[in-house]
């Protein structure tokens, strides 16, 4: 069989580039098939799969998970075939998937491996819809997005590998759908083919006019994928209550610096979550507070200070001096005596 | 008794202040107290609430709550005696709280007042540790900041009827608390008074640095009620899976124009959630969405498209495609034949 080779191929970082990554940045290395120790399994690689997630691990800085060292083989997920087994639970001419990295062969504990059935779907599946980015966009959409019937959800990168299956989900979930992807080719085939009931091309010289035109009952949820302009679009178009599941910032994963705000890169890496509250949307957290506070008020529990201005003609003065942080305390206006 | 009177006086928005309010921006107007009509009760005003948001009730737009018309009188929380009642819950003499406006006596349906009772709190602690600003710390912090104990908790406008109680009640779940305050005045209060770990004064020099002095563990969460300087100072210092409660933006609700970004003013009024994910945190939805999109993907009904390139050794060119966006679809690398 042609793939019989003792030869190994691995493509390991050489440097660390600065900002868009090009071949020059890699080089390969040759090295013998290992053979398996008690435990791990030899693959050949069928698929490797090209996320770009994979940016992140190019710099020098941790982010969520490890850099990729210089002179070490670049992470990432891949599809193989079994060719030498010392654990019992794979076989010679098993498929499984895992993160074997850029090589031809890999030697692996089998407990990082998982089989796949051959003769179902594609294996390739596995490395998209059926695998991390399939599941990313079902984490984004179930989680975060939790589109409802009528909603309106919005899908940045919209043909990519997250973007079409999450754009996917939450239109069987009932939403009105609106795709953003870079071209008419893409967009024709997000709407065409994916069924998205819009698509907008981020290219476009308005892309707020045509957002707008596409999402006539502003946006609900927003699946983030790309960052930047996009980004600052789609915010300005968020109706109250609206879910922004954060997922990727891909257009500035090259930069050398971090675009001009509001820039939320962080807030992918390190899972932040960030939620506005309007106290009284829910009346009955009032209730519930005063039969709390009210006792430990009442023993010296909790402190509080007041800061008491006379006469309701003052209220405007109080008013200008509490939006300069000239009060110190709760700011109150006595408009006349307590009952005696 | 001297508050009886025949007059009320009544603040009404004059003009739309562009940025700071002043008193020139309202104008007072005396009509004659009103008499109850069915259902309806007066009451004469004994504490009114000066509270941040009603900045935005000045503008031209409705945020989240109906903008204040020119003319109208000012919106707000007060505390009131019942002087004259046509409905059967309430009679003269009963302390009352409601939304009832900057004016010394007011006419309101009574579904729209709550009886508050007298002998026990202050009635002043009603429109602040007892009432909307307890309760909106109550809120942000058990909902959204949600501390653990041995976490850090930083709060914003800590000496605020707001920020006092929201550190206070992160200080009883076991969390460390640092305030951000205006002034050594208002910090020495923090910390000694309500005895919140340490506070930073935000007019410091080096705000960063005495942050990270305060925080060396880092930041979980983040109740947030100033914005500006104080936000990106908080953002930088976030730990992996941080909340942030957004509950206000006060630095800047006199802006003409909103301050560069990050800028998040409108995740407040519009209670947005803003959520980053990692879909690996949790391995048990990729098995969950295998077993969900399989059967999907087999009849049909989830669409996918691959975009792929042959040979271990463009690996790197594809990475450098995909981040451009050159990519139709999952991007993958055909490293060796599917088995025979």
Same mark, same amino acid.
Not at 206 to 217: K, Y
């Given at each position: 069989?042609? &793939?019989?080779?003792?030869?190994?191929? /691995?493509?390991?970082?050489?440097?660390?580039?600065?900002?868009?990554?090009?071949?020059?940045?890699?080089? =390969?290395?040759?090295? *013998?098939?290992?053979?398996?120790?008690?435990?791990?399994?030899?693959?050949?690689?069928?698929?490797?799969?090209?996320?770009?997630?994979? $940016? +992140?691990?190019?710099?020098?800085?941790?982010?969520?998970?490890?850099?990729?060292?210089?002179?070490?083989? #670049?992470?990432?997920?891949?599809?193989?075939?079994?060719?030498? @087994?010392? &654990?019992?639970?794979?076989?010679? %001419?098993?498929?499984?998937?895992?993160?074997? +990295?850029?090589?031809? !062969? /890999?030697?692996?504990? %089998?407990?990082?491996?998982?089989?796949?059935?051959?003769?179902?779907?594609?294996?390739?599946?596995?490395? +998209?819809?059926?695998?991390?980015?399939?599941?990313?966009?079902?984490?984004?959409?179930?989680?975060?997005?939790?589109?409802?019937?009528?909603?309106?959800?919005? =899908? @940045?990168?919209?043909?990519?590998?997250?973007?079409?299956?999450? %754009?996917?989900?939450?239109?069987?979930?009932?939403?009105?759908?609106?795709?953003?992807?870079?071209?008419?080719?893409?967009?024709?085939?997000?709407?065409?083919?994916?069924?998205?009931?819009?698509?907008?091309? &981020?290219? /476009? #010289?308005?892309?707020?006019?045509?957002?707008?035109?596409?999402?006539?009952?502003?946006?609900? *949820?927003?699946?983030?994928?790309?960052?930047?302009?996009?980004? &600052?679009?789609?915010?300005?178009?968020?109706? *109250?209550?609206?879910?922004?599941?954060?997922?990727?910032?891909?257009?500035?994963?090259?930069?050398?610096?971090?675009?001009?705000?509001?820039?939320?890169?962080?807030?992918? +890496?390190?899972?932040?979550?960030?939620?506005?509250?309007?106290?009284?949307?829910?009346?009955? $957290?009032?209730?519930?507070?005063?039969?709390?506070?009210?006792?430990?008020?009442?023993?010296? /529990?909790?402190?509080?200070?007041?800061?008491? =201005?006379?006469?309701?003609?003052?209220?405007?003065?109080?008013?200008?001096?509490?939006?300069?942080? !000239?009060?110190?305390?709760?700011?109150?206006?006595?408009?006349?005596?307590?009952?005696?």
């Amino acid at each position: 069989m042609s &793939h019989v080779s003792t030869v190994r191929r /691995s493509i390991v970082l050489k440097r660390r580039p600065p900002g868009e990554p090009s071949p020059a940045d890699f080089s =390969i290395v040759e090295d *013998a098939i290992p053979t398996p120790l008690e435990g791990q399994v030899v693959t050949r690689t069928i698929w490797l799969s090209i996320d770009p997630y994979m $940016r +992140g691990r190019l710099r020098e800085q941790q982010t969520y998970a490890a850099a990729v060292q210089i002179g070490e083989v #670049m992470t990432g997920e891949t599809v193989g075939e079994v060719i030498a @087994s010392a &654990h019992p639970d794979f076989a010679v %001419g098993d498929v499984v998937v895992g993160a074997r +990295g850029w090589q031809t !062969h /890999s030697v692996t504990p %089998g407990a990082q491996l998982v089989k796949i059935p051959t003769g179902g779907a594609p294996l390739s599946a596995y490395l +998209g819809i059926l695998g991390m980015p399939g599941a990313t966009a079902y984490a984004g959409i179930t989680e975060i997005c939790k589109p409802q019937a009528g909603e309106t959800v919005v =899908i @940045s990168a919209a043909s990519g590998a997250v973007g079409s299956v999450a %754009g996917q989900l939450a239109k069987r979930a009932g939403a009105r759908v609106v795709g953003i992807a870079g071209g008419s080719e893409k967009c024709l085939w997000v709407q065409d083919t994916l069924g998205f009931d819009d698509c907008v091309d &981020h290219r /476009s #010289m308005d892309l707020r006019r045509e957002l707008l035109a596409a999402c006539p009952n502003g946006i609900d *949820a927003y699946f983030e994928n790309v960052g930047g302009e996009v980004q &600052h679009a789609v915010f300005e178009q968020l109706n *109250a209550f609206a879910r922004v599941a954060m997922c990727g910032m891909v257009s500035q994963y090259n930069a050398t610096k971090l675009p001009p705000g509001p820039n939320l890169g962080f807030v992918v +890496g390190k899972r932040i979550l960030i939620q506005g509250f309007i106290v009284s949307d829910r009346p009955e $957290r009032m209730v519930d507070w005063r039969r709390i506070a009210a006792p430990l008020v009442a023993d010296g /529990s909790l402190i509080y200070r007041e800061d008491v =201005i006379d006469g309701l003609d003052n209220a405007p003065e109080a008013l200008t001096g509490i939006l300069a942080g !000239h009060n110190f305390g709760k700011m109150l206006v006595r408009v006349g005596p307590e009952p005696t």
